[in-house]
């Protein structure tokens, strides 16, 4: 999985002022977001041939930017959005070429984002005089007749991968300072347009980044739900913890899995709930957000965590929170691991509560295990 490199956002016709700084992903594989806003202004007062650079960002432990041209960046691609990536120099002299493999997409472009997309795109050399020219990245009508544009933002997603001699392209663990650097993007108001209150705590973020990754948010800040959406007037969660809301944007933003915040755990381990009861709860609350506002990737490593710790004690539990949030994969691992039982275990889940509140919530799905295990055993 890539790691997250940082956001720049235009805006106005210019960069936005930032406060966030350069993020280094410490690993091979990352990518970088490039937020465009006010995309008819920007178009209007940025000529062709004149682009705009975005923040500095690192990945492979090489510095990186991307240059925008709203209109083309010359005559011959008038009609055009171009994009270039280079490598930055700091140095006139510097010679040294770096090998990489690069990806431009839009953030809604999911399948652009997966790691056998990126492997499959074509080697090239970055240093010196070469980089990467997109000069007919996407015709300017077709961008402005399509869904990509939503209320005069777009988001670019900019996938590098930096080949070294082991042809070792990083992995998903993001260095603790990018997490401290993501704070601080979702706390400043750097190109934020949105902001919400999460059960007191406030955040700022980034519409057009949310709307990408979540069909929820798209119809909350762009469609029929539109409402109090700017930095002025923040929307209202009070059915939230701060810390998962938190945890929810976080993914969003890096596609890392988000541990639970050391503070909070060392509080539960206060009140006397063992490491794995922990664990469970964390990952219920994050499925249930993820479900809320339908960030399909982390519901997805939420359910493929709890299929991996499905005990007698929780099983029930789980199955029900499997059957209201509509988790095949994790409902079938849940009936799997049933059938498998010894009848003392069986009796021990029948007697849980969460047995009790399968058979008065979710009577369907009990009928369905019974008739499974007496298939069962009329097998053996």
Known sequence: MS????????????????TVKTIDTGTDYGYHLLVVQDYSHTKEVRHIGRGICSRAFMVGGHTWYIKYYPNGESSKRADYISLHVSLLDYDEDYQKTVKAKVCISFIDQVEKHKPMYIHGTETRTFGGSSFMQLDKF???????????????????RCDIMVLNTDDNAGGNVLPPDVHHQFENL????????????????MFTAHRCVLAARSTVFMAQLFGPMKEGTTTSGAIQIKDMEAKVFR?????????????????????????GQEEDEIRLRWLQELL?????????????????????????????ST???????????????????????????????MASSGWDHVFTTYPSVLKHLIAKLIALNQQK
């Open 3 to 18: 790691s997250f490199a940082g956001i720049t956002v235009l805006a106005d016709g210019d960069l936005s002022p930032s």
């Open 138 to 156: 996407i015709k300017k009508d077709t961008l402005e007749q399509s869904v990509l544009l939503k209320d005069e933002c777009f988001t670019i």
């Open 186 to 201: 979702l706390r400043n108001k750097v190109g934020a347009d949105v902001t919400f209150e999460v059960s007191g705590e």
């Open 247 to 271: 945890a929810l944007l976080s993914f969003i933003y890096t596609d890392s899995f988000p541990e639970m915040e050391e503070e909070h755990k060392a509080h539960v381990v206060e009140q």
């Open 288 to 316: 249930v957000a993820a479900d809320r506002y339908n960030v399909k990737g982390l519901k997805f490593i939420c359910e493929k965590q709890f299929c991996e710790h499905i005990v007698v004690r929780s099983v029930m």
């Open 319 to 349: 199955l029900a929170l499997a059957e209201q949030h509509k988790c095949r994969r994790l409902k079938g691992a849940c009936f799997k691991f049933l059938q498998v039982q010894t009848p003392s275990r069986l009796q021990t889940v």
